[in-house]
């Protein structure tokens, strides 16, 4: 039973630090925004995400799920990425056709 109750605490804790992040991750990718280098400015965002998980780690002391939670921050990258293209937050770059 305790085991059980353990578990679904550590459960929670991971679904409340990976939904924590989503405000970073969104703020960051506005940041980043320029057209091209999708992969770039991912690779930048999970850095920074990874950095501030680290430094928060050393200050607190406490043990944080870094690699669940850049995981997730890169499934919600994709994710987020689609959804801004499709409702026109982000633009696509389109090339003119020469001649």
Known sequence: MIDTITKIIEFIKLVVACLGVLPAVVALMKLLEAPGHGAEKKQAVLDLLKEGMLVAEKVTKIDFPN?????????????????????????????VPAG
């Open 67 to 95: 690699d669940a939670v850049l995981e997730f921050a890169s499934n919600a990258i994709d994710l987020l990425t689609k959804a801004f293209n499709a409702i026109g937050i982000f633009r696509k770059v389109t090339t």
